[in-house]
Every structure is written in structure tokens, then in C-alpha cells.
């Protein structure tokens, strides 16, 4: 079976994007910089695309123009064990111009989006008790980044 990769359409900060997204997840890196020649489309010597990873998964940047731009229709979720990733997480990816949206979602500095959530979220929010769910997701819902500690006493009652 083929490895899917995801693409990501840039104006033109697919460098920076891949670089900073290459230091805020760990066992991440810049695998290759494709640059665009005399021929363009875009200047001579700008990346054209990046090939990076994170965390092992492979992603490619483009830098391809102003045509299109990230919308919250796709997201990565970034699953966390601790408040403190969950923290530095949002921290890093709200730097310098991102966004806080609602229920773990935020957008960084180049319009993309992503959802820091805790890893134990689905329990809290799917419990069989209707009651400890709907009070977990009542919190949640009022929520930008999300808080374990105060998930969990909303979830106890």
C-alpha cells in the first residue's frame, strides 16, 4: 500500500512553517528543500516544496501562491498525555500571531490549524454515565485550550 503524506499549500512561508513545526514536535526534521530555478513559477532560489517530519510522519510543504489558504475543515490533533504538553503545545503553536479558537483547536502564525486535546478526553466525554458525559462536555465547550484537572471535576460532579 502506498504512504499517504499530507500536502500543505503555503504562499510562501512553507520553509518557515517546516522549520518552526521541526522544533515544537520532538524526533522531528527538514528532510529536503526543493528550490525553485530561473524558470519559477515563484523567485529563483525560494523553496518550492519542503519535505519534513513529524514525530515520524511525513508531510510536504509548497510554497504555491495566494490561490489557497488553510481552513478548519482539516486539523491535526495532537494527543497529550499531561497538562504540560498540552501547554507547551499551545504555547508554541499560538506564538508569534496563531490564534486560540474553542475546545482545543487553535490556529499557528500561517493559518493552519491544529487541536491540542488530552488523550483522555474520549473518556471523560463518552462515559456510559450520560451525566459525567454531559458534564465533561458542557465544560469542554466552554473551554479554548483545554484543562485535564478541570475536565476531570466537571466529569466527577
Given amino acids: 500500500m502506498p504512504t499517504i503524506t499530507p500536502f500543505l499549500w503555503f504562499d510562501a512561508q512553507a520553509e518557515e512553517a517546516a522549520a518552526l513545526y521541526a522544533t515544537v514536535f520532538p524526533n522531528s526534521r527538514i528532510c529536503d528543500v526543493t528550490r525553485y530555478g530561473p524558470a519559477g513559477p515563484g523567485p529563483e ?3 518550492m ?6 514525530d515520524g510522519l511525513r508531510f510536504t510543504a509548497l510554497n504555491g501562491g495566494p490561490h489557497f489558504q488553510f481552513s ?3 486539523s491535526f490533533v495532537v494527543p497529550c498525555e499531561t497538562q504540560d504538553e498540552i501547554d507547551a503545545y499551545w504555547e508554541k ?8 479558537s474553542q475546545c482545543g483547536w487553535l490556529k499557528d502564525r500561517f493559518g493552519l490549524s491544529w487541536q491540542i486535546v488530552p488523550t483522555v478526553l474520549p473518556e471523560l466525554i463518552g462515559d456510559r454515565d450520560p451525566d459525567k458525559a454531559r458534564r465533561a462536555t458542557e465544560a469542554m465547550l466552554k473551554m479554548t485550550k483545554l484543562d485535564i484537572a478541570e475536565l476531570r471535576r466537571a466529569h466527577a460532579g
Avoid at 516544496?49 to 513529524?54: A, G, I, M, P
Avoid at 499560538?94 to 486560540?100: D, L, V
Fill in 45 to 47: 532560489g525560494q523553496a
Fill in 49 to 54: 516544496t519542503v519535505v519534513f517530519e513529524l
Fill in 72 to 74: 478548519e475543515a482539516i
Fill in 93 to 100: 503553536l499560538t506564538a508569534n500571531g496563531g490564534a486560540p
